[in-house]
């Protein structure tokens, strides 16, 4: 039977159960509030993260800075400066007075403008003191004292009253009526309030003075006079309120009979004095003295030498601690004195708080380091020094990160100078000792000028003479050549394109620096042994008709096939470089700026013939290229620009390294 349910606009009127209605409607609340509940968490959030931010609102603290007195001050020359006093607080009314960082230039003795800057982050407020020059006569305030001391002892609760004072001025004027009294003493609890007296005569000139009230809360008040270490003696101030005072035993077992009293201590220690009265009451008080030391600070010293430098590393101490160190007539305070210069000995003087010194003399007990770096065209010399320990070689890099020996650049030797060629740009070298101690790096810079070998610049082809015997004649040898090369391919790391193109360098660049000659073009040339040819420069008759002649030399394949070999690639004797060719066609890049690098090649191919080249550096407007170009020219360093292709291609040095093994490091001449 079916069940049927009427809806009205009254309640009254509907058939659905009234308790049943309420649950329903507060079971769909609970599901409302369980399908919406991060919502709702999230709205009151807000919500309340509103309130807070409207009754709490962020605001930035601001830091004020107020001087005391006047903000522009005239003193006479030779008269104590008196601070007037400053303040600091924030927004939130927080004293900050102590954080207050105050800087000076003032200078009492000498006439002229001065600052003093007080300071808290970047606020900063400036007092402008000026010294001007003390006259005959001159204004002052005279402070009338109390038991002989301008300063007062009072005990907590004491009535304060002013002991007066009195100006005394060259014109006769009465000033006291113009005196300013700055600061307060408050008897109700101890301290020290100091109270400053001022006065400004008819120069303009601001005269002060200072009075110290020291409220204290004993019968008798023990104080230092001096609270910095010293080396020499210390007094301690002694003073007794009491009303019916008789007399002091001081610690010596000594008698005085005045209540206030200067006593002078040598020495360290814990000081007792004892007071009696007319009544016979006994008190007594104790002082420590800790600030005397005559002992003179204990230091030793070491120089150690870096690349670029001198570091002297001072190791010292002392019972008051150290103050500062002086060198060369300069101040230090850290014990890490860093040099531009090269220091094997040094004399420092050791200064401890209390201003004892003690000279030490520092050397560099031992270490290797490099003295000199300089350079003649692209051979840079490298110069080092040793003290006690050996030098074991060399680093090499073209940036700042020194490379390890297992991935090249470095060249094991025990020379204290040393010379290798390096391609244009910034040099990076390290010396390292016996015990792998390193120093550096030591820097030089390499310009592009310093290549160039194209005719027209003086240079002649060697044609005729070998050139063994040609450099025997110039007081060199090939020996002395083939080894610079091999240092060099060293130093630029084995196997790299970087070392092809400098053994291209060496090669040509080197004999043109140092004897304005040029290696012959020939075509077919070939070496595919490391160093360089002694028959090359040679002749040889051509076609056997005795009237012409061909120079033993290189051609262009030869000639970059022959840097490969330079740098660790082994190359069969009597195999042709076809694969220039073949990769021309298959594997080469458009002739662009980004596409060449150091050791890669340019190409061209075309029916007139073919012709390579080596990258060997960059320019912002071309590239720096070695050939062997042909036979009017022989082998040269010139500029390719980037704007001119003229038909040449780009091919990457990597098909090189790929195409051809590596021979072992251990077999390539160690360059010496």
């Known amino acids: 039977m079916g069940c049927r349910m009427y809806f009205n606009k009254e309640k009254n009127n509907t058939n659905i159960d009234p308790e049943f209605e309420e649950k329903t409607i507060l079971s769909n609340i609970i599901q409302l509030v369980n399908n919406y509940k991060f919502i709702i968490i999230a709205i009151l959030v807000v919500i309340i993260i509103s309130i807070i931010i409207i009754l709490f609102p962020n605001k930035k603290l601001i830091t004020y800075i107020d001087i005391l007195g006047e903000e522009n001050i005239t003193i006479y020359q030779g008269t104590d400066y008196i601070e007037q006093g400053y303040k600091a607080y924030n927004s939130n009314g927080e004293d900050l007075t102590s954080e207050i960082d105050i800087k000076s230039t003032l200078n009492i003795n000498e006439v002229g403008e001065y600052e003093i800057t007080y300071s808290i982050g970047d606020v900063t407020k400036t ?66 309030y100091k109270l400053i007296y001022s006065v400004t005569d008819d120069n303009n000139v601001t005269v002060t003075a200072s009075r110290t009230v020291i409220v204290i809360d004993t019968d008798i008040n023990l104080s230092l006079a001096n609270n910095s270490y010293t080396n020499g003696n210390v007094k301690i101030n002694v003073v007794v309120i009491d009303n019916y005072f008789d007399y002091i035993i001081l610690p010596d077992n000594t008698k005085v009979t005045t209540n206030t009293y200067s006593y002078t201590v040598s020495e360290n220690g814990k000081y007792t004095f004892t007071t009696y009265n007319k009544k016979g009451l006994k008190k007594q008080a104790s002082i420590e003295v800790k600030n005397i030391d005559r002992t003179a600070p204990n230091g030793t010293c070491a120089i150690d030498i870096n690349g670029t430098g001198s570091t002297i590393i001072i190791s010292a101490s002392d019972n008051s601690g150290i103050k500062k160190y002086i ?49 003649d065209g692209v051979i840079v010399t490298v110069k080092s020094t040793k003290i006690n320990n050996n030098i074991t070689g060399y680093y090499f890099s073209y940036t700042n990160q020194r490379p390890n020996k297992t991935t090249g650049g470095y060249i094991s030797t025990s020379k204290e100078s040393v010379d290798v060629v390096r391609l244009p740009g910034t040099t990076y070298v390290w010396v390292e000792d016996q015990y792998g101690n390193i120093k550096g790096p030591k820097k030089i810079t390499l310009t592009n000028n310093v290549l160039f070998t194209t005719t027209g610049n003086g240079y002649k082809l060697l044609e005729g003479t070998s050139l063994s015997t040609y450099l025997s004649n110039k007081g060199w040898s090939l020996e002395g050549l083939n080894n610079l090369i091999a240092r060099s391919v060293r130093a630029a790391g084995l196997y790299t394109k970087e070392s092809a193109a400098t053994s291209a360098v060496a090669l040509e660049t080197v004999l043109a620096q140092k004897y304005k000659i040029k290696l012959p073009y020939w075509w077919s040339g070939k070496s595919w042994k490391i160093g360089a040819n002694s028959t090359w420069g040679t002749r040889k008759l051509k076609n056997g008709n005795g009237k012409t002649y061909y120079y033993y030399g290189l051609d262009c394949s030869g000639f970059t096939t022959w840097a490969y070999v330079n740098a660790g690639y082994k190359i069969g004797s009597g195999v042709y470089p076809a694969y220039f060719w073949s990769w021309w066609k298959s594997e080469s890049l458009a002739f662009k700026k980004e596409n060449g690098e150091v050791g890669d090649f340019i190409t061209i191919s075309k029916d007139s013939g073919n012709h390579i080249k080596l990258i060997v550096g960059k320019t912002d407007k071309a590239f720096i290229t070695a050939e062997a170009k042909g036979k009017n020219e022989g082998m040269v360093i010139s500029l390719h620009y980037y704007n001119k292709p003229n038909g040449y291609k780009i091919q990457k040095g990597e098909l090189m390294m790929k195409a051809y093994s590596k021979i072992d490091a251990s077999n390539y001449p160690s360059g010496f």
Do not use: H, M, W
């Not at 060198?327 to 004892?356: C, H, M, P, Q, W």
């Open 127 to 192: 007092r402008k003191v000026t010294v001007i020059a003390k006259k005959q006569e001159y204004t002052y305030i005279y402070l009338t004292p109390v038991n002989n001391d301008v300063n007062i002892y009072l005990k907590v609760g004491e009535k304060y009253n002013e002991p007066g004072y009195q100006v005394f001025n060259s014109e006769g004027k009465n000033l006291n009526s113009n005196v300013n009294i700055t600061g307060s003493v408050d008897t109700s609890k101890k301290g020290n």
């Open 327 to 375: 060198y060369n007539g300069k101040e230090y305070t850290s014990n890490k004195i860093s040099l531009a210069s090269f220091v094997e000995n040094a004399r420092i003087t050791i200064y401890d708080k209390a201003d004892n010194k003690k000279e030490i003399t520092c050397k560099v007990t031992s270490s290797v380091y490099i003295s000199d770096i300089s350079n």
